[in-house]
DNA sequence: AATATATATAAAGAATTTCTTATATAAAAG
DNA sequence: CTTTTATATAAGAAATTCTTTATATATATT
């Protein structure tokens, strides 16, 4: 079942053409933080953080992170950062993409 | 009431997670045609096919172009074609779009 | 012990997107 | 003059996505 690149390029930017998402992976670039806090800082409540979470570390745009340096002695937290990502989109690339398979 | 950067962001990247609109853009950038043609080639209603054009046209994903060598005699038909764009997106570009205004 | 921190998920409802059907117009070809 | 090519839009149904509310668990702090 394996998913063709259309489809994936597909899922990848409906995961991104969201501005919850975008401000999530902006916030986790300029410092990483887990689940809670982040949610907290984007005045959303956990519940609704943790499903937009889920679905960017599903494809891999943000990744748990084990950080050396323990904020606090508080034990279990995942905490979360972009992953060295890059997607460049373009007419030809598009066309590439699309075409794919029949190479 | 001018948009912001993230707003018109999303706005592109969901313009751009959909199979079929990305269909039309490859199919648009191997050769340039009109709407009717495009749904004909690609099994869509015209209706359609209309309304995705429509919304990639009005994100300046694609143009109407004019083409000097009118196919057939045939007369009124808005060919469209890709526009030259290109989307280059990683976690620091996404961190600098959200955080604009702010410089 | 109670409160704050932290994770995880399901179910239901709200909102948005997508698609079809219907309608209207017009020019060229047969 | 009927069919094919061609454009445009509106209304409603169908599907998907987004959000809230509720539930459950567990550790740390006060």
């Known amino acids: 079942m394996s998913e063709d ?4 390029l597909v ?3 409906k995961a991104l053409a969201n ?4 401000r999530m992976i902006a ?3 300029e410092e990483p933080k887990h689940a809670y806090a982040l949610a907290k800082e984007m005045g959303l409540s ?7 979470l889920k679905g960017l ?3 891999g745009l943000i990744e748990e992170i084990t950080p050396e340096t323990k ?3 508080r034990p279990p937290s995942k905490t979360y950062s972009p992953s060295d990502f890059e ?3 373009n007419p030809s690339k598009i066309l590439e993409t699309v075409k794919e398979g029949i190479v």
């Open 27 to 29: 916030s986790l670039a």
């Open 5 to 8: 690149e259309l489809t994936k």
């Open 46 to 52: 956990y519940p609704l953080a943790h499903l937009h």
């Open 11 to 13: 899922k990848t930017l």
């Open 57 to 59: 570390r599903k494809l």
């Open 19 to 22: 501005p919850i998402r975008l």
């Open 87 to 89: 997607l460049v989109l």
């Open 71 to 73: 904020t606090e002695g």
